[in-house]
């Protein structure tokens, strides 16, 4: 019987894959629904002894199987894409069923929370130091210290929480790793809970994830056994972007207004229902089996650049020939990103700008595609890493609308309780529009009679920029959480590098 | 069974969990299509809040609805990476189609950012989507 393996991820659904899956048992093949490769321009991609076959439609399988496809890449292990990775925490990808317990354990699965549970939380705790991880939700904190002091908070109950609210545009790599490989994240909670002495954990998945949600309720189910006394339940968001920040993440879990809480008291101190509580993104979580397998902290430290540590799940998106998921250590330079690996825009046009970190990441100009993959050179650059979306577009993107649009979504998803993000973003798309718009008259607001210290002459162009600026360190400054903090970046870096889309 | 006593059903469906109001108004939101002031108001006695703190919670998540809208529903994605991928200038011919039989819904990532422009219809998901696909995906929810 001929088996043949396509991907049951969310990315290779949209694209078909249900259909090419039943073309293949309609021809008498045995389909395994497997994980994703992660290389999606070829998705579905179908995969036969080892070769692969993509973009397929069920019309191809006759040629699949009889070797004649035009769509042949050869054998995928070796394509340039997957061959030049450093797969650590995407190492199952495209190789396992997601749902299968034997897969799991044959490659590998559960020997990190077995050794973990051998060793004893201070010398978990201790490798995890080692290892260098630093939180990959985008804020790089490091992992060992925030385990560490949750350990060490006097509390009733503590917690693991996992941050699932994947909702920066350009990144799907969690999404990948929850659909794909979701016993290494509830091995990685495991052994976290194991340090730290938590009995409960959540994982807040966004709704737009239904795929993800189903397939976690399924794993957890699943390895319940396994990962007793501890237990996890998925904990589903409800349309708020900001509740992919820490605080408001967990005051939704709580059953409350997705709104930010000041800092301190940091969640490790008083989280999740007052208790401490670790909070780690899905990919800081899914780095842990490996990191406490055999010599696995060692080897995740010699990884990296600088103080960036271990590998990056990259993703490649928007405009981009070869979009997907590239997992390499830390350094890599956007060149190399968009060029040799991503094959360039898909339209074939040039590239104009790069956003890396989401809708609060700096637009990166082609003048600094040389800059390496590091927390601290972007922090130096003005620019962020985030959770690793790379999204490239070509040179037909206005500048000016992407900044409007990040002021706009700001003003959307504000959670209201800071005011330089309510109002601030609000503020900001007037000055945008107003500057993009030519008109130098004050705005409806400014010419009410109560505005007693607005100007009474109408502001030159070069007044209504130094005002943005102005609002924008405003925002950075005074905002409580990376919503507004953030949103000067990408506003501020396309007015600095495209002063000409601003009219 | 009415509305009232199938809400009792779901409060107490979940009254072993801790910090229950999210899970409760998407089951109700799923089974009624909204979250009206009603049903507010039972919730709020069956979880000991207020009315103001459950409308509070109700108003300030995207995915809770004040009344129910019986269209079908397109979700299609705006953010930046689809807009890299020209999204917008889909638009118009997708408002189009939809006119006021379909209820086109701009969502912000579906997690598919490298083969935008996306859509969702139910936990369906489409791909490279370009304007034909579209407006066909539309024409038939």
Redesign the interface.
């Known amino acids: 019987m001929t088996v043949v393996r396509i991907s049951d991820d969310a990315l290779a659904l949209a694209c078909g894959a249900d259909a090419v899956a039943a073309a293949f048992v309609g021809a008498g093949c045995t389909v395994e629904r497997v994980s994703s490769w992660g290389m999606h321009w070829l998705e579905p991609l179908v995969e036969l002894d080892g070769k692969g076959f993509g973009p397929a439609v069920p019309g191809d399988v006759a040629a699949i199987l009889n070797g004649t496809s035009a769509k042949a890449i050869g054998i995928i292990a070796d394509h340039p894409f997957i061959a030049r990775q450093q797969r650590l925490t995407f190492a199952r990808a495209g190789k396992t069923r997601p749902l299968d317990l034997a897969d799991y354990a044959a490659t590998g699965g559960w020997a990190g929370l077995y050794r973990a549970r051998s060793i004893g939380a201070p010398a978990i705790i201790a490798e995890m130091s080692q290892s260098g991880l630093r939180g990959r939700g985008g804020a790089g904190f490091p992992a060992g210290i925030k385990w560490q002091t949750v350990a060490s908070a006097p509390g009733d109950r503590k917690f693991i929480v996992c941050n699932a609210d994947e909702g920066d545009s350009g990144t799907f790599a969690d999404r990948m790793l929850m659909e794909g490989d979701p016993f290494q994240l509830i091995e990685g909670m495991a052994i976290a809970a194991h340090a730290v002495g938590a009995g409960q954990g959540y994982i807040y998945v966004r709704s737009e994830y239904p795929h993800a949600i189903a397939k976690l309720n399924a794993a957890i189910t699943l390895a319940a056994e396994i990962i007793a006394p501890f237990t996890i339940e998925v904990r589903v968001g409800a349309g708020a972007y900001v509740c992919g920040e820490e605080t408001s993440l967990l005051n939704s879990i709580e059953g409350k207004r997705g709104e930010v809480r000041a800092k301190p008291p940091l969640p490790a101190h008083q989280g999740l229902f007052g208790q401490p509580t670790v909070i780690n993104n899905v990919l800081t979580l899914a780095a842990v089996p490996h990191i406490l397998s055999e010599g696995g902290a060692v080897l995740y430290d010699s990884h990296g650049f600088g103080r960036s540590k271990g590998t990056k799940p990259i993703q490649l998106a928007g405009n981009i020939r070869h979009g997907g998921v590239f997992e390499t250590p830390f350094g890599i330079t956007l060149h190399d990103l968009i060029y040799d690996i991503g094959g360039g825009t898909a339209s074939g046009r040039p590239v104009k700008a790069v956003q890396v970190g989401g809708p609060l990441g700096a637009y990166i100009h082609p003048d600094r595609f040389d800059l390496p993959f590091d927390y601290e050179a972007y922090a130096g650059a003005d620019a962020l890493i985030g959770h690793g979306g790379v999204v490239v577009f070509d040179d037909t993107a206005d500048m000016g609308k992407l900044a409007r649009f990040a002021m706009e979504f700001c003003a959307v998803e504000s959670c209201g309780k800071c005011t330089p993000c309510r109002i601030g973003s609000t503020r900001g798309v007037e000055l945008i529009d107003r500057i993009r718009g030519g008109a130098t008259a004050g705005g409806a607001v400014e010419s009410l009679p109560q505005m007693h210290n607005a100007a009474k002459t109408p502001r030159s162009r070069e007044a209504d920029i130094e005002l943005l600026e102005d609002l924008c360190e405003t925002m950075k400054f005074g905002s409580l959480c990376a919503l507004g903090g953030f949103t000067p970046y990408p506003v501020l870096s396309a007015l600095r590098h495209w002063p000409e889309d601003f009219g | 069974m009415n509305r009232s006593a199938r809400l009792v059903e779901i409060v107490a469906a979940h009254a072993g ?7 409760l ?2 089951e109700v939101q799923a089974e009624f299509g909204c979250v009206d002031g009603e049903a507010e108001a039972q919730l709020a006695h069956a ?1 000991n809040l207020s009315r103001a703190e459950v409308h ?2 109700v108003s ?5 609805t004040a009344t129910a809208d019986p269209r079908p529903c397109v979700q299609l994605c705006r ?7 020209g999204v917008e200038a889909l638009v118009p011919a997708a408002q189009a189609a939809a006119g006021g039989r379909v209820k086109l819904h701009d ?10 422009p ?1 859509a ?1 219809v139910g ?1 369906q ?4 989507l370009d304007q034909g696909s579209l407006v066909e995906l539309i024409e038939r929810a």
């Open positions: 969990r801790e910090g229950p109001l999210l899970p108004l998407h979880l509070g919670v300030f998540y995207h995915d809770f953010a930046e990476a689809c807009q890299a991928r969502v912000y990532c579906l997690g598919l950012c490298s083969v935008g996306n969702r936990d998901l489409y791909a490279r």
